[in-house]
């Protein structure tokens, strides 16, 4: 099993551009969930999603769009990139059964300039 | 909404010893579960412990242990016999069990591992 993949690692992207980043889960979880790390901080839960086709706010959504067409599948968009969104994203997904525990992808670093 | 609060943003250790980092949190859910992941150089979070809300028995993993007090909130997280490789970001985390995707996490404590 691969876990949670998240592409790309890294990326630079200019004031104003969109990008989406991509996340896969490959343990038939229900729960995915995408969170933002700044330097020196904790995870900020931007987005969830309790299964194909729902999905919820967390605490910081905006600026950023969630689709969750598939189990596997839970990308990240963001549009019209600002430099408040230099960050590390991490996505996570969990069976929501035993004891909840979220398995992380490996972030994705994103630079805004 | 659920808060998480780590006071420590740093702690050291010497090694062979035992360091205990704190973790308090604010709910009016009575179902949840507590954790404690790691997050080393890498940036790889991995779990460390779990505690059920609904258990009296505190969880112990190896060298991990935790201390849950359920009234006050509290849920701390106690390394013994400490090693190189502990040294790391240490991230408390709340998750509601009827909604897991009520996941919050505090703002962590860096641990330094002397040798």
């Known amino acids: 099993n691969a876990g949670v993949t998240q592409t790309p690692k890294f990326r630079i992207l200019k004031i104003g551009q969109s990008m989406t980043l991509q996340c896969t889960q490959d343990?038939?979880?229900?729960?995915m969930y995408w969170y933002r790390q700044d330097p020196g901080m904790g995870l900020k839960l931007i987005y969830y999603?309790?299964?194909?086709?729902?999905?919820d706010k967390g605490e910081v959504p905006n600026g950023y769009n969630v689709s969750r067409s598939t189990t596997e599948d839970f990308p990240l968009r963001l549009e019209l990139a600002a430099p408040s969104q230099t960050s590390v994203y991490f996505c996570?997904?969990?069976?929501?059964?035993?004891?909840?525990?979220?398995?992380f992808g490996p972030g994705t670093r994103l630079t805004v300039l | 909404a659920q808060t998480v609060t780590q006071s420590q943003p740093e702690m050291s250790v010497q090694e062979a010893e035992t360091v205990t980092l704190s973790c308090t949190y604010d709910?009016?859910?009575?179902?949840?579960?507590l954790f404690w992941y790691k997050q080393p150089p890498s940036r790889q979070m991995i779990l460390v412990i779990r505690?059920?809300?609904?258990?009296?028995q505190n969880a112990t993993e190896n060298r991990f242990s935790v201390n849950f007090q359920k009234a006050a909130k509290s849920f701390s997280l106690k390394i013994s016999d400490s090693q190189l490789g502990d040294a790391a970001m240490y991230f408390c985390?709340?998750?509601?069990?009827?909604?897991?995707?009520?996941?919050?996490f505090g703002d962590g404590t860096t641990l330094t591992v002397k040798p």
């Open positions: 999603s309790v299964g194909a086709g729902i999905t």
């Open positions: 505690q059920e809300a609904y258990k009296q």
């Open positions: 985390a709340y998750i509601y069990s009827t909604n897991a995707g009520k996941s919050t």
């Open positions: 709910t009016s859910e009575s179902d949840y579960y």
């Open positions: 343990m038939n979880h229900n729960y």
């Open positions: 996570a997904s969990s069976s929501g059964g035993s004891g909840y525990e979220q398995f």
